[in-house]
């Protein structure tokens, strides 16, 4: 179990990753490692959106698996899973998470050992604050690697810990950035409708930036144009792809046309 890990049990429509133990007629048992491997139940009819002739052909022993939990019993122990409510970009995003948790447990246990603090010191006075300032420990450290111990310091990190934690941040967390996109959909029956397209594009690229984002805007096939974000982190990308686009319908709006956003999976 992660020392991470605050619950016992996942909750209903969390992402889970799971290794297949045994594959049955009618579905496949799994073993959960982030959660003291308990076990879960994949049915045969949550594995895919199409008619399944073998379900050997879709799972197999040892296969590792990112799932959606439908439902939990903790007092049957049973616990039931799904595949098919899974997008690909889901997929990705939890298998990162799962290995950037994994890296920031070895962190943690190498500044408790550095400091020569208890884990659990560690524990109280870093991971709850950064988890409840950035949403996971991993993304506070990428924060501390780029801008310094003083953002850890600041939401009460105490200063030898912050300053270990940054260390070890800075040498073995590399530059990253995420990106997110999605389609544009804009009509115009104006008379000079393509200038107020051209201004929802304009005002969609001209959306502010902070550090270390960028926005880009293509013709795909007219009326679809693609808005393509890029950011430090999925929170961020995310924030920023839908101020975009809310400008660029806004913009189309008030000339006269008419608009869409598809947010691409």
């Given amino acids: 179990m992660s020392v991470l890990r605050k619950s016992e049990w996942p909750e209903r429509g969390e992402l889970v990753l799971a290794t297949v133990n045994k594959v049955t007629n009618y579905g496949a048992y799994l073993i959960l490692e982030e959660y003291a491997n308990k076990e879960g139940f994949l049915h045969r009819s949550e594995i895919s959106t199409s008619w399944i002739r073998n379900i050997r052909h879709h799972v197999r022993e040892g296969q590792k698996l990112v799932l959606r939990v ?92 912050a300053e270990a934690l940054t260390e070890i941040a800075k040498e073995r967390i590399p530059p990253s950035h995420v990106e997110v996109r999605g389609t544009l959909q804009l009509v115009s029956g104006k008379s000079d409708g393509v200038n107020g397209i051209r201004d929802a594009l304009k005002a969609a690229q001209d959306t502010p930036l902070a550090d270390a984002t960028s926005i880009r805007v293509y013709t795909t096939t007219p009326p679809n144009y693609c808005l393509e974000v890029k950011a430090e982190n999925y929170k961020q990308a995310e924030a920023l792809l839908q101020k975009a686009s809310e400008r660029a319908l806004k913009m189309l709006t008030k000339s006269g046309g008419r608009g869409d956003f598809k947010r691409e999976k």
């Fill in 70 to 161: 439908l439902r939990v019993n903790p007092g049957k122990r049973h616990i039931d899973l799904s595949r098919k409510r899974v997008n690909r970009r889901e997929r990705i995003e939890k298998i990162q998470a799962f290995k950037h948790e994994r890296k920031a447990e070895t962190f943690l246990h190498h500044v408790a050992e550095t400091l020569e603090k208890p884990l659990d010191e560690i524990l109280e006075n870093a991971v709850f604050p950064m988890e409840e300032t950035y949403g996971s420990i991993y993304e506070g450290l990428e924060e501390a690697s780029r801008r310094g111990s003083e953002v850890l310091t600041k939401i009460g990190v105490p200063t030898d810990i």
